[in-house]
């Protein structure tokens, strides 16, 4: 196959959008994701390849390539990377133009999904306001959109790798009657201590009677989340293979109730971790049974964390608003028989659900100006998708760069960056989006080195003691 023949070729050629930018269109976006979405009239700037997308419109020259590729084995497809850069808001009512490009095609690649080639292509997008009696011909830039998607061969079922199955599992703890109330809280999101009845002391670790007054009567409570550091010390001690290989920090921290909990704080290096440092509570899943609770520095520079459970319905409906009908999204049969144990959302949903991360942070005064994201392991139903970010680079002219992460049972599910500009609001308390997944107590044996997002506990609640 001479596959280096179609790069530079066009692969849309004067392409129209299907309907000019609409308020259901974005209505039914911003459902899809959650979003509380844009000013009146403005489209969300993740919404971007969303108005070129449809049944058709590919260049010969694009159908030609993947014919080819298809006729040689490879015939799946996955999206891996989305790459957008944004000159301007859309606007209502606007008509949408695009041309785009064959950038690139690999030479055959050996990955975990099977073997084949990545393609590049690289999208301009302009639009025109037709009600104002504008033409096509003084469409102006709206933005740039690069997309790459791996066409490959799937590896045989049986040679599949099991990311999950084959990593080292960590130790279980032993869970007996007096911890067992902690560890249902770690299973519901929450970090519970005990508060005696009697004198109303609170305590952590849990113990069977009040160590200020001897009662036996007591409740237990969900912490708020919010501590401080109070001491720490850093692991440099060889591990199992299951903890890694890099030094960590375990910390004393004291909790707004004053009580102090051992755990990890989650940094990239240790000596990221300070005494007197403000923390906030968070949770995070080491494989399909065990979450533990960590906590993360807090404060301006790092973002909430923020779960979203992966439903059939947030995966459907992402690929419905996002006018994206390949059937690996939607028809559970047909993705299986592609080589995928089921449907996956796509990444023009996992795009709007990193946009709406980002804005839900810095509020409706600043403006996204561009999504860099890459994608990982696949986002099935049934999981969660974590997300953490951190602020990266601040510039003098008030750009905001950030480093945005999500992952999932399976691993990092997506990483990326994304730049804003405008001032940067922030946002006090995480946002957990659905009801926390519970099954039962996620054991564990002592803390754990830390790397990925967390998760953050709900509001306190009381559960009483009989």
């Not at 001491?231 to 060889?238: A, E, G, L, Y």
Request: with cysteine; net charge neutral.
């Amino acid at each position: 196959m001479n596959l280096e023949a179609y790069q530079g070729l066009p692969s849309t050629v004067a392409g129209v959008g299907p309907d000019p930018v609409n308020a259901p269109m974005i209505r039914h976006w911003c459902e899809a994701m959650g979003d509380a979405g844009p000013p009146d009239g403005i489209a969300p700037p993740a919404m971007l390849q969303a108005w070129t997308m449809g049944l058709s419109g590919r260049s010969e020259h694009f159908d030609a390539l993947m014919r080819e590729l298809e006729a040689a084995g490879y015939a799946s497809v996955v999206a891996t990377d989305c790459e957008q850069e944004y000159a301007r808001p859309l606007r209502v009512g606007e008509r949408v133009l695009f041309d785009s490009v064959i950038e690139s095609v690999s030479v055959e690649k050996h990955t975990a999904l099977g073997t084949g080639y990545f393609i590049t292509t690289r999208m301009n997008v302009r639009a025109y306001d037709e009600a104002a009696g504008e033409k096509p011909g003084e469409a102006t830039p709206v933005g740039t959109h690069r997309f790459r998607i791996l066409k490959f061969r799937p590896v045989a079922a049986g040679e599949r790798p099991q990311a999950v199955d084959t990593k080292p599992r960590r130790p279980r703890p032993v869970v007996n009657r007096d911890n067992a109330g902690y560890w249902e809280g770690v299973a519901a999101g929450e970090l519970r201590f005990q508060r005696c009845d009697a004198c109303r002391t609170a305590r952590f670790p849990w113990l069977p009677g009040c160590n200020a007054c001897g009662s036996d009567r007591w409740h237990a409570e969900a912490a708020s989340g919010d501590g401080q550091v109070y001491s720490k010390v850093t692991v440099h001690h060889p591990l199992p293979p299951a903890f890694g290989t890099k030094p960590y920090a375990v910390a004393l921290v004291e909790l707004a109730e004053g009580v102090r909990v051992v755990a990890n704080v989650a940094t990239r290096t240790p000596d990221e971790v300070t005494i007197g440092m403000p923390v906030r509570l968070g949770f995070q899943r080491f494989d399909e049974e065990l979450e533990l609770p960590v906590f993360h520095p807090a404060g301006p520079d790092r973002l909430p964390p923020l779960r979203i459970p992966l439903t059939r319905t947030l995966i459907v409906s992402g690929a419905i608003a996002s006018r994206d009908y390949q059937d690996v999204h939607h028809d559970a049969e047909l993705a299986r028989a592609k080589g995928a144990p089921d449907i996956f959302m796509n990444i023009l949903t996992t795009n709007g659900l990193v946009g709406r991360y980002v804005t839900d942070w810095t509020g409706p005064d600043t403006r996204i100006e561009a999504i860099a994201i890459r994608l990982g392991v696949p986002a099935y139903p049934g999981d969660e998708l974590q997300f953490s970010g951190e602020v990266t680079e601040r510039g003098p002219d008030g750009g905001t760069v950030l480093a945005i992460r999500g992952t999932n049972r399976l691993g990092v599910h997506v990483s990326g960056t994304v730049r804003v500009s405008g001032p940067v609001r922030g946002s006090g308390p995480a946002r957990v989006s659905g009801p926390p997944p519970v099954s039962g107590p996620a054991p564990v044996s002592g803390p754990a080195p830390v790397s990925g997002p967390v998760r953050v506990s709900g509001s306190a609640k009381v559960r009483k003691h009989g």
